[in-house]
């Protein structure tokens, strides 16, 4: 199958499938989503299997009024979006939109995005793989931030709650991937003992 990786590329050499994460608290991502919603907007770009959604699901239960929708192509049709969001748009609210890649090319609602970003309230969440629009003014104006990959890698004592006491070399395997979720996930998921690098191991493009 098709696996991308980090760089956005894709691997044929992972056949495994996808798994389900084993869910884990990441207070570190969730204290700096928190701080830079003090200030205003945020945007969360990175590639697929960096754990975008689960840590701003995780969001919802420690924030409070925040709502999440992952979006659907759907959503590019205007009225769609707006009947979804006109329940939320309550200054006290956070509105989490996920998977905002998909509104690319809907010029009507890219404009409707823009223009609520333009007050400080309520506050908005915008994470995909790329963003339908261009967030330089926003940010150099100060009412938004970026949380990218590169902050959304896990850290070795992340992937050590994630993989366990099964795989000692926990900090090299984090360096290997560049702290990518999925392939720590996928990683997790191998029996005890397995060497991931061995003739029918998928993670020869990390070796």
Not at 5 to 14: A, I
Not at 33 to 57: D, M, N, R, S
Not at 101 to 128: D, K
Not at 134 to 148: N, P
Request: hydrophobic residues 40%.
């Amino acid at each position: 199958m098709h696996f991308p990786n980090p760089s956005g590329t894709c691997q044929r050499h992972m056949s495994t499938a996808h798994p389900t994460p084993r869910l884990i608290d990441r207070p570190r991502i969730l204290r700096q989503i928190e701080q830079a919603l003090q200030i205003g907007h945020l945007f969360v770009l990175a590639p697929a299997g960096y754990g975008k959604t689960t840590v701003l699901q995780a969001l919802t239960t420690h924030r409070r009024y925040t709502h999440y929708l992952q979006l659907t192509p759907a959503d590019q049709d205007i009225a769609v979006l707006q009947a979804k969001l006109a329940p939320l748009l309550k200054p006290d609210h956070t509105i989490v939109l996920d998977d905002v890649h998909l509104l690319i090319g809907s010029s009507e609602t890219v404009v409707y995005l823009q223009t609520h970003l333009q007050q400080t309230r309520p506050r908005w969440v915008l994470a995909g793989r790329s963003l339908p629009f261009d967030t330089e003014m926003l940010t150099i104006s100060g009412k938004a931030s970026h949380l990218t990959r590169e902050t959304l890698a896990f850290t070795p004592p992340e992937a050590r709650l994630l993989l366990g006491r099964k795989h000692p070399s926990v900090a090299d395997w984090t360096r290997r991937v560049h702290g990518w979720a999925l392939a720590l996930s996928l990683l997790a998921r191998l029996p005890a003992g397995a060497d991931p690098c061995g003739e029918n191991g998928e993670f020869h493009t990390f070796c």
